[in-house]
């Protein structure tokens, strides 16, 4: 059937017409949805650069405080009464707040540390730190943090040498060192490499972009490397007018950091005796002297004449007790014709003695036997003797002991304790401090241990200057001729079988030569430390380095490291 095509279509106009109309709407709202979004997205990456900005000065600010205070702080003697304010430019802004007390100087207490980046125990100021980000501060809590770095288990450090540019210390000989060894300035010339036996230490840190390559040992003689860890700078003070974090040791005598200064610290202590090892001084207990008597030329030409002692003679010399200085001091001239089996009862006989027959009797010039000596000194009461002729002896057993500063000391004695019952008394004793520094060609060639112990804590701070002859660095092999003549030698005498000694010693200008030869056995543990910038020579034993163990007795007296730790 065909269709009809002649009949009209539906009316659709008005269908077409909506359907454009809705499209056109839709189409606008897209429009408009487009142009908000890009708005919004414009709005939010403006918003995005301003954060960005503020964390960049954030960052800058944080920054910029601590700049500020390893600039102006932490190695300088600078308190702050108000609130001071640096900047840079628009990018960074802190306001470090007003503090009292410098980073070296005494602290009332020591404080366990916050953040775990330094030392257990420390002292510690306080700096209250506003950050700026370009629109608000915010607050932070910073601290400036000091230590002996010895008490710290830093039992070894070994500083670059501000004197001798070219010298490189070097280790060499037995040492072993529980705890860290700490290189401030690495480099091979720092160990003794012809040498199987040489330092050997649980952990090395050796803070160079090239470690020496070498096999290091801890005390086991198990090989290790270097600790190259992370470090916070540190700073022992201003070092030739300048902010050092080098590790320059400069601490026995520095006007410039006298806050980290033992001359300057043990007078803010006050107490402390001082003088020159060309002066005659004691502090004994008895007389400053016995004025002459009347038999007393008599008695000094019977002693002169003396070829042989006699029960006799002592008899007559004891009948006139108490005898006059000039006898005194004359019987110490005739040894060995007067026995010190008679000589060291008579002089006893007349204790306590008095100050001048005391300076006579340290002087190694006098022919008396080293063990009537040392009888006499043990049986009569004194802190320390000078014999004006550069020798200094320190009864380290003495109560009446004050720390003491000394200039141009030849030799010094230290005498420690002969039985386990001063030992003992030793430890409960003031810690004293020993700070020498020598200048004018007199150098301090020896330093004499005497004694089975030593439990008193002290620490022994040496400068030696002007060096007659320079030469600094000792040859592996220890010849006499390449030892130099600014060497001290470290000799313990009397010592028993594995002795210990508690004593921090630090030495600028100073070869240190540990002479272990005397002990009866191999080996002597030295609880404390050693900090120095010249060479070290250990010879005819193994010198063992321990940490002190109980480091609040000393760590106020001590000199000390600085650095800074921030915590929000």
Do not use: C
Request: cysteine-free; hydrophobic content about 40%; aromatic content about 8%.
């Amino acid at each position: 059937m065909k269709p009809n095509t002649n009949q009209p279509l539906p009316r659709i106009k008005g269908s077409v017409l909506v359907v454009a109309l809705v499209i056109s709407a839709v189409g606008t709202i897209g429009v408009l949805a487009t142009v908000s979004i890009i708005g919004a997205r414009s709005l939010e990456a403006e918003s995005h650069f301003d954060g960005l900005d503020r964390r960049v000065i954030l960052n800058n600010s944080k920054a910029l405080a601590r700049e500020a205070i390893y600039r102006n702080y932490l190695p300088n003697e600078t308190v702050v009464a108000a609130e001071t304010t640096f900047s840079y430019d628009t990018w960074a802004k802190v306001k470090i707040g007003d503090f009292d007390k410098a980073a070296l100087s005494f602290g009332d207490a020591a404080r366990t540390h916050p953040t775990g980046a330094a030392p257990l125990r420390a002292f510690s100021q306080d700096l209250s730190v506003k950050v700026n980000d370009g629109s608000n501060d915010y607050g932070f809590q910073y601290q400036m943090r000091s230590y002996n770095p010895a008490l710290a288990g830093d039992l070894l450090s070994i500083h670059p040498s501000p004197q001798v540019a070219t010298e490189k210390p070097r280790i060499s000989g037995d040492l072993i060192v529980k705890g860290r060894s700490v290189f401030w300035d690495g480099g091979e010339d720092y160990y003794d490499q012809s040498s199987a036996s040489s330092v050997k230490s649980e952990v090395v840190i050796v803070p160079a972009s090239n470690p020496p390559k070498l096999l290091l040992e801890d005390p086991d003689g198990a090989k290790i490397k270097p600790s190259n860890f992370i470090s916070f700078n540190q700073t022992m003070g201003q070092v030739s007018s300048g902010n050092t974090y080098k590790g320059e040791l400069d601490i026995v005598d520095n006007s410039e950091t006298g806050v980290n200064s033992y001359f300057n610290r043990l007078s803010l202590l006050g107490g402390e005796a001082s003088f020159d090892g060309a002066d005659g001084v004691t502090d004994g207990l008895g007389p400053e002297e016995v004025v002459p008597r009347l038999l007393d030329s008599t008695l000094i030409s019977i002693i002169e004449d003396i070829t042989q002692t006699d029960a006799a003679t002592i008899g007559l010399l004891a009948a006139n007790a108490p005898l006059s200085s000039d006898v005194m001091i004359s019987l110490l001239t005739r040894y060995p014709q007067i026995s010190p089996v008679y000589l060291v009862p008579l002089l006893f006989s007349q204790s306590p003695l008095p100050d001048d027959v005391m300076i006579a009797l340290a002087d190694p010039a006098k022919p008396i036997s080293e063990a009537a000596r040392n009888s006499l000194l043990s049986s009569t009461a004194f802190s320390y003797i000078s014999d004006g002729k550069g020798t200094v002896f320190i009864d380290l057993d003495s109560v009446y002991l004050p720390n003491l500063i000394l200039e141009d000391v030849s030799r010094l004695v230290l005498r420690g304790q002969y039985d386990s019952a001063s030992a003992d008394a030793a430890k409960l004793m003031q810690p004293r401090a020993i700070a020498i520094k020598n200048s004018n060609n007199v150098f301090l060639s020896e330093v004499s241990l005497e004694g089975l112990t030593n439990q008193r804590r002290i620490a022994l701070a040496i400068s030696q200057t002007g060096v007659l002859d320079g030469a600094d660095l000792i040859d592996t092999t220890g010849a006499a001729s390449t030892l130099g003549t600014n060497q001290t030698k470290f000799v313990f005498r009397d010592s028993d079988n594995y002795p210990t000694w508690k004593m921090i010693t630090e030495t600028e200008g100073v070869s240190q030569h540990w002479d272990l030869s005397n002990i009866p056995t191999d080996g002597i543990t030295l609880e404390g430390g050693i900090r120095a910038d010249h060479s070290i020579r250990v010879s005819g034993g193994t010198l063992t380095l321990e940490k002190e163990d109980d480091p609040t007795f000393i760590e106020s007296l001590v000199s000390r490291n600085a650095w800074i730790e921030t915590y929000k």
